[in-house]
């Protein structure tokens, strides 16, 4: 059935590693969104995209980085320039231009943890 | 840019009682859409009800329903014959559905929910 994929669910880095967390969707959405959750704090938006080979900076786009190659795919890069990676990270898809259906779909979310 | 504000960190209700979400949505759009998220303790976000900013009617969804002031800039949620699976995190959140930020989700800080059986 259709959906969106995140995966890890739990992922470790260590100081210093770039890592990537991978977001896959068949719901045939043209938009795809990454978000960041942290405790006690709703969520802010790190990039989007709105088709494929497009994407734009955020509210907190530094020290991550993205690309949009397919429809399907959105994977962020959590770079070793990100100070305070350890956070929630949430993917997110919608059709774009459909006004009658604005709702985001979201995946299961993956959770990083800096060792 | 658009701001969303949930003054409430928490709220609590008993089993079968009503209890009403605070959120306030601030733009200069004048079409944009509201939804409110549930988050429950698997972190899964669930689109609980959306709400055009042009309906003046007021969206409901079984035991959901808000209340949107579009002048005082109020859109609050109401859970109605609570139920402990109702216990979440609720977020509020905005759409513009035009201008810079057309297409970008924003949401609020969340409110804490706790139903007491």
């Given at each position: 059935?259709?959906?969106?994929?995140?995966s890890p669910?739990y992922?470790?880095?260590?100081?210093?590693?770039n890592?990537?967390?991978s977001?896959?969707?068949?719901?045939?959405h043209?938009?795809?969104y990454w978000?960041?959750?942290?405790?006690?704090?709703?969520l802010?938006?790190?990039?989007y995209?709105q088709?494929v080979n497009d994407f734009q900076?955020?509210?907190?786009?530094?020290?991550y980085s993205?690309?949009?190659e397919?429809?399907?795919?959105?994977p962020l890069?959590?770079?070793?320039?990100?100070?305070n990676?350890?956070?929630?990270?949430?993917c997110?898809t919608?059709?774009?231009?459909?006004s009658s259906?604005?709702?985001?779909?979201?995946g299961?979310?993956?959770?990083l943890?800096?060792? | 840019?658009?701001?969303v504000?949930?003054?409430?960190?928490?709220?609590?209700v008993?089993?079968?009682?009503?209890?009403?979400?605070s959120c306030t949505?601030?733009?200069s759009?004048?079409?944009y859409?509201l939804?409110?998220?549930?988050?429950?303790?698997?972190?899964?976000?669930i689109?609980v009800i959306?709400?055009?900013?042009?309906?003046q009617?007021?969206?409901?969804?079984?035991?959901f329903?808000?209340?949107?002031q579009?002048a005082a800039?109020?859109?609050?949620l109401?859970i109605?014959?609570?139920?402990?699976?109702?216990a979440a995190?609720y977020?509020c959140a905005g759409?513009n559905a035009?201008?810079?930020?057309?297409?970008k989700?924003t949401?609020?800080?969340?409110?804490i929910?706790?139903?007491?059986?």
């Amino acid at each position: 059935d259709g959906g969106i994929t995140q995966s890890p669910k739990y992922l470790f880095r260590k100081e210093g590693q770039n890592v990537t967390l991978s977001c896959e969707q068949n719901l045939n959405h043209d938009a795809m969104y990454w978000y960041r959750q942290d405790p006690g704090q709703g969520l802010r938006l790190i990039y989007y995209s709105q088709i494929v080979n497009d994407f734009q900076k955020g509210d907190i786009a530094e020290g991550y980085s993205v690309s949009r190659e397919k429809k399907e795919s959105f994977p962020l890069t959590v770079t070793s320039a990100q100070k305070n990676p350890t956070a929630f990270y949430l993917c997110a898809t919608a059709p774009w231009g459909d006004s009658s259906n604005y709702g985001y779909t979201f995946g299961s979310g993956t959770r990083l943890t800096v060792v | 840019a658009q701001t969303v504000t949930q003054s409430q960190p928490e709220m609590s209700v008993q089993e079968a009682e009503t209890v009403t979400l605070s959120c306030t949505y601030d733009t200069s759009e004048s079409d944009y859409y509201l939804f409110w998220y549930k988050q429950p303790p698997s972190r899964q976000m669930i689109l609980v009800i959306r709400q055009e900013a042009y309906k003046q009617q007021n969206a409901t969804e079984n035991r959901f329903s808000v209340n949107f002031q579009k002048a005082a800039k109020s859109f609050s949620l109401k859970i109605s014959d609570s139920q402990l699976g109702d216990a979440a995190m609720y977020f509020c959140a905005g759409l513009n559905a035009g201008g810079t930020s057309y297409g970008k989700l924003t949401f609020g800080q969340g409110t804490i929910l706790t139903v007491h059986p």
